[in-house]
């Protein structure tokens, strides 16, 4: 992976142990942001996924539109940062308020009703497939990986 100020990734479990342990310590990510309405507007939720955080690393729980400011503010920061959103839609209604950032990383989205299995950790439904598809016109490349070392896979060759 080249330098870089920042990773985006879509996982629906957010902060877990291979977001700590495998992506914050192979590439010494220095702050974990999470993207989330729902959960910046729920203390007890947001204390839960902060308490999992461990110094030297730092975490935040912010709003889309913070997490959006977050982005642009730390497109050329000198540390790496990750950001993490939940879902392919919390992704989408970034990307339509002007996200700069357009490489993304694809972790967990895991099986629910509707959802067709690409990978062993990716199970999409209709809908985030043609949302997929739209943002890959408008520029954006989402490169699908569960772990660091895994296999790399480009979701346009994934979705065939």
Partial sequence: MAQQSLIV??????IHGQVLVGWGNHYSIKRIVVGNDEIADNEWEKNLLLMAVAAPMEAQVLSLEETLA??????????????????????ARMAENGLQWKQINLGGIHYEEGRRQFL???FLSDREITLFRRLMKEGFR???QDVPGSNRY????VLG
């Fill in 9 to 14: 990734r879509i996982d629906d479990r957010l």
């Fill in 142 to 144: 989402f490169e699908c």
């Fill in 154 to 157: 480009n979701l346009e060759k």
């Fill in 120 to 122: 062993p950790y990716l």
């Fill in 70 to 91: 977050f982005t642009h503010a730390h497109i050329q920061a000198p540390d790496l940062s990750m950001v993490l959103l939940a879902s392919p839609l919390d992704l």
